[in-house]
């Protein structure tokens, strides 16, 4: 009886199951978030969910549990949910099986760059929900391994993303494939009319929830600057490090050279640093991923592709290395801490030339980022502007400037001539 006291009544009283609130307390669930308390009753009664919220408001638990609980042990692939990344995808599936700890069902996940063996093997001990990317997923039913077409639930994860990358005619072709009656939950941080459209396609009726209160960033990150030279980002981000000790990070950067570049440059230096970018292998992302989410890795240096679907509840600061072109993109990178209502630190570096996109920044999110002093920090002092002097006359290529004289004063040169390899011949001596 004391067990069943100490269980997440909140979540009880959403409808949640026991077997599911066991798996929550392990979880250390409390208080349901926004978007779990309007989206859970619905999605248990069956309704088709258009949901709209921000990043990092525990949107998987919210489309999960109530899948989940809908579920039947004895049956086969009964939902399937399609995420736009490989890292999102292997995200939401352990989020998943740890919900579904208590309740004996199989989730697996399926997405490009592991092999296609691994993946046909998990798919052959007859999961009951499939989590993937839009080209694997259709990839596989083309090979006639995954059949969908008895589906009762379907979920779209991140669908603004899906769209970005390009995902749309795979999506379509899939959710077109489901012939039983199933239930469609989409979840979106935007929605536009491309995916209100293609709600009117694949949905009945659906249910629209916005829990974003159109906010593109949160109160609860403490947002700043600091104006620095490109040659001294290096020290100040030491600085950083040291004086904020941050339990677990990520450093952006904008391309992967300067990811992989600097990741050395911190591990040389003795900090538990690793880079997670485009061009690794998906073997070694999911290593890295891995021991990021146990803490054994301080530092995440990332570029933005390969930071998408980095969804990990404890990450204290995000810096800024690079600043980026596209101010949205700043608003996604710092939307990877102050998750689930916990505090958060986003720090900048920008360079003097850079004002115009820390600007930029500013108006997207309606806020003036402060400038922010380390201590210790000295910068190095910006070289002075050349002095305004008068750009001297053109010296025509057949003058030359005499030693000593004035600029004005030059001496005519003969023509230059082809050089003495091409002199036409002598004419023959006449004795």
Known sequence: MHKHLELPQAFADLGVEVRFLQALRKMHFVEPSDVQCNLIPPALQGRDILGQARTGTGKTAAFGLPILQQLDPAGRLQALCLAPTRELAVQVTAELQRLAEFANLHIVAIYGGQK???QLHQL???PHFVVGTPGRV???MQRGVLNIAEVRFAVLDEVDRMLDIGFRDDIRAILGKITAKHQTIFVSATLDNEIKTLAKRYMHDPLEINVSRDRLTVDEVDQSYVTVEPQDKFRLLRLVLEQEKPPIAIVFCNTKH?????AKKLHDAGVQATEIHGDLEQRK???VMDRFRK????VLVATDLAARGIDVSAISHIINYDIPVDSQVYVHRIGRTARMGQQGVAITFVTREQGKELT??????NREIASRTVPGFTPTPARPPMETRREPAPVSRLEAPVAGATMTQTVKMPPKTLGGRFRPKRGRRRL
Do not use: N, S, Y
């Open 116 to 118: 296609v063996a691994t």
């Open 124 to 126: 052959g001990r007859k």
């Open 138 to 140: 259709w990839d596989f």
């Open 258 to 262: 300067a990811a992989r570049k600097l």
């Open 285 to 287: 992302r999911d290593k």
């Open 295 to 298: 803490h054994q890795i301080q």
């Open 360 to 365: 930029e920044v500013e108006k997207l999110i």
